[in-house]
């Protein structure tokens, strides 16, 4: 039975009190080892903030680096740092050196916790701040429990503009930056999401994306806000996946392309019928339309929902569950409250079907980026007569009539060839339309290299160019077709379209030098 959105205050630990209030005894958050009820979750987020606050001396404002990966310790941190008025700053496990080296000396932390082992050595390498292990952090969070919250706890309540989250972006195409996310658009993106996905008390909700990741973190605030249960789960079990679902009745799943292949991959293995999946979501990177299409083959009960978003503003548009039938490539209408333009590139707005930058207002816009205030002000930009901001995205893409909006790519995955404007994203799903290839990535023109196919295939190079010319026009064929047995994802699960980069001038020269 669907069930409303549960009232809270304009702050994220306020999602979580009304939570408690209303379902107590509710299974709230599991993982590999265990499972805890919202109350359960509750006590241990104060444990935790005692243990920051009395115990490490974290005080309001300061930041605590969290690299744990997706265990429920993860949740109770989380909810632990924002009740107190710490800024919480997730990091995933995944992450190289080579961006930590950027992104720990960018937020300051005070006090940095991870995983055992090597995680933490290379934390203590790259700070004089103090870096304890997840167990360490358990241990005393653990001894706090057993002595009982501190009465006086919230002397200085949070407020909803306060600063909670820094999220750091991939950095797929620059050096990792941080998007200050203040409670209150924290709370409304939240609500607006779940406002047009409608979790369920009664739903299993689960989280096989990185945590850091904000498309996995917001699954724990619409699954709180809906007095769901959450199932995490961790990249080393993906192979799992499929009996994850079968053995907690997983209803609510958020995929990236990889993790959808993944399932499909494991469905078609497996006799059982489909599990209690209602409802798939997509964000981060497209599923095209024969994934879509192979997922409702697989999962007969299962509606999809794609959904267009940036760390920046969380979500820009949510289309309605099976929404793709009637409005094929749409990635839904902004959220309820908000307003999504496509500009030109002198600001002004466009008219419908035409590709321009995308753009979003509303109070969903979060404050910027931490300390760079030049690329703040080139994204987030104030009008001139309301002083409201405008969040330009660096994505492009066109409005329908009725509001909807298409997603065309980034500026560097739009181009001209032969006279011909494209995309990649179009050539990539032509691609998956052929059969027997599974993966595909295109790279647009640049460096002296023409358009280039990636493809997870066993068909040659001429082949897949064949089938192309059939469902493309000729100008959009590409010039290369390189077959692999797998595309580099990023951690966030995006193609690594970087490393195909690297990947295509080694290549050139190594012909050069044959």
């Known amino acids: 039975m669907t069930t409303?959105?549960?009232?809270?205050?304009?702050?994220?630990?306020?999602?979580?009190?009304?939570?408690?209030?209303?379902?107590?005894?509710?299974p709230a958050v599991r993982d590999a080892s265990g499972a805890w009820t919202y109350?359960?979750?509750?006590?241990?987020?104060?444990?935790?903030?005692?243990?920051?606050?009395?115990?490490?001396?974290?005080?309001?404002?300061?930041?605590?680096?969290?690299?744990?990966?997706?265990?429920?310790?993860?949740?109770?941190?989380?909810?632990?740092?924002?009740?107190?008025?710490?800024?919480?700053?997730?990091?995933?496990?995944?992450?190289?050196?080579?961006?930590?080296?950027?992104?720990?000396?960018?937020?300051?932390?005070?006090?940095l916790v991870a995983q055992e082992g090597d995680d933490a050595s290379v934390l203590r390498e790259l700070t004089d701040r103090p870096v304890?292990?997840?167990?360490?952090?358990?241990?005393?969070?653990?001894?706090?429990?057993?002595?009982?919250?501190?009465?006086?706890?919230?002397?200085?309540?949070?407020?909803?503009?306060?600063?909670?989250?820094?999220?750091?972006?991939?950095?797929?195409?620059?050096?990792?930056?941080?998007?200050?996310?203040?409670?209150?658009?924290?709370v409304f993106a939240a609500r607006a999401i779940q406002a047009r996905l409608d979790y369920r008390e009664d739903d299993v909700v689960l989280a096989a994306v990185p945590l850091s990741f904000d498309y996995g973190l917001y699954q724990i605030f619409l699954s709180v806000l809906a007095g769901a249960q959450l199932v995490?789960?961790?990249?080393?079990?993906?192979?799992?996946?499929?009996?994850?679902?079968?053995?907690?009745?997983?209803?609510?799943?958020?995929?990236?392309?990889?993790?959808?292949?993944?399932?499909?991959?494991?469905?078609?293995?497996?006799?059982?019928?489909?599990?209690?999946?209602r409802l798939f979501t997509n964000t981060g990177a497209a599923l095209t339309a024969p994934v879509i299409a192979r997922l409702r083959a697989a999962f007969p009960h299962a509606r999809v929902?794609?959904?267009?978003?940036?760390?920046?503003?969380?979500?820009i548009t949510v289309l309605e569950p099976d929404g793709d039938l009637a409005r094929p490539g749409s990635v839904g209408r902004a959220l309820d409250g908000t307003e999504v333009l496509v500009l030109a590139d002198d600001g002004t707005p466009l008219p419908p079907g035409t590709v321009g930058e995308i753009a979003v207002r509303g109070p969903h816009v979060m404050a910027g980026y931490w300390r760079a205030p030049e690329q703040t002000a080139l994204r987030f930009r104030p009008d001139p007569v309301t002083g409201g901001i405008t969040l330009h995205t660096g994505d492009y893409g066109h409005l329908d009539a009725d509001g909807h909006l298409y997603f065309e790519g980034r500026r560097d995955d739009l181009f001209k060839r032969k006279g011909v404007r494209m995309g990649t994203l179009e050539i990539e799903t032509a691609a998956l339309d052929i059969p027997g290839v599974t993966a595909a990535a295109a790279l647009a023109p640049a460096d002296g290299h023409d358009l280039t196919l990636y493809?997870?295939?066993?068909?040659?190079?001429?082949?897949?160019?064949?089938?192309l010319g059939?469902?493309?026009?000729?100008?959009?064929?590409?010039?290369?077709?390189?077959?692999?047995d797998e595309l580099p994802l990023t951690p966030n699960g995006k193609t690594d379209k970087q490393r195909l980069r690297r990947e295509q001038h080694a290549h050139a020269s190594k012909e050069q030098t044959s």
Not at 4 to 23: E, F, I, N, S, Y
Not at 140 to 153: D, W
Not at 157 to 185: C, E, M, Q
Not at 456 to 466: G, R, S, Y
Request: glycine share 6%; hydrophobic share 45%; net charge neutral.
């Open 132 to 186: 304890v292990s997840l167990a360490e952090a358990r241990a005393g969070a653990e001894e706090r429990l057993r002595a009982g919250a501190r009465a006086a706890e919230d002397t200085a309540p949070v407020r909803p503009d306060d600063l909670g989250l820094l999220i750091y972006t991939s950095g797929s195409t620059s050096a990792p930056k941080a998007v200050a996310s203040p409670h209150a658009p924290i």
């Open 4 to 26: 409303q959105t549960l009232v809270a205050a304009d702050t994220v630990d306020g999602l979580l009190a009304a939570a408690v209030a209303a379902r107590p005894d509710a």
């Open 470 to 484: 059939e469902r493309l026009e000729a100008a959009k064929v590409p010039a290369a077709c390189h077959p692999v």
């Open 232 to 277: 995490l789960t961790e990249p080393d079990r993906h192979v799992r996946l499929l009996g994850t679902l079968h053995e907690h009745g997983v209803t609510v799943v958020p995929l990236v392309p990889s993790l959808a292949e993944m399932l499909l991959t494991l469905s078609r293995r497996d006799r059982r019928a489909a599990p209690p999946v």
């Open 39 to 111: 109350a359960e979750l509750d006590a241990w987020s104060r444990a935790y903030a005692d243990w920051l606050t009395e115990d490490r001396g974290v005080r309001r404002g300061d930041r605590v680096l969290a690299r744990v990966g997706n265990v429920r310790e993860f949740t109770a941190l989380l909810f632990g740092a924002l009740r107190r008025g710490i800024v919480f700053v997730p990091v995933n496990p995944a992450m190289k050196r080579f961006h930590l080296n950027t992104v720990v000396p960018d937020c300051d932390p005070v006090l």
């Open 455 to 467: 493809a997870v295939t066993e068909l040659t190079p001429d082949a897949v160019l064949a089938h």
């Open 305 to 315: 929902s794609p959904m267009f978003g940036t760390t920046e503003c969380k979500r």
